[in-house]
Nanobody, 124 residues
Framework: QLQLVESGGGLVQPGGSLKLSCAASGFTLDRYTIGWFRQAPGKEREGVACISSGDGRTRYLDSVKGRFTISRDNAKNTVYLHMNSLKPEDTAVYYC?????????????????WGQGTQVTVSS
């Protein structure tokens, strides 16, 4: 079973930064496209950032381009989401999950079950 655990969320002021981590257990993360997804209260879940296996191709939600960066550390079996210039509208629970490819991933397609996620709150 593919199990991913998210961490690194918290409360941050507008303009601040956070780094989220997505750690895998029981499987090798670099064999899969991995995406970060988020869901805010009352809103549908959306794909935020995705990174492919192999060539490391990335795709981003338009509203986070230039502010968020997804990366992977294969030695640590972990995928990160570096978030800068955070805005109140980035407030959501953030999840990571495997996907088929980055194009489907950014369209909110994933497989496997969701983890608990990590809460990101951007507020002054």
């Amino acid at each position: 079973q593919l199990q991913l655990v998210e961490s690194g969320g918290g409360l941050v002021q507008p303009g601040g930064s956070l780094k989220l981590s997505c750690a895998a257990s029981g499987f090798t993360l670099d064999r899969y496209t991995i995406g970060w997804f988020r869901q805010a209260p009352g809103k549908e879940r959306e794909g935020v950032a995705c990174i492919s296996s192999g060539d490391g191709r990335t795709r981003y939600l338009d509203s986070v381009k230039g502010r968020f960066t997804i990366s992977r550390d294969n030695a640590k079996n972990t995928v990160y989401l570096h978030m800068n210039s955070l805005k109140p509208e980035d407030t959501a629970v953030y999840y990571c999950a495997p996907s088929v490819n980055v194009d489907l991933c950014i369209a909110d397609a994933h497989f496997g079950s969701w983890g608990q996620g990590t809460q990101v709150t951007v507020s002054s």
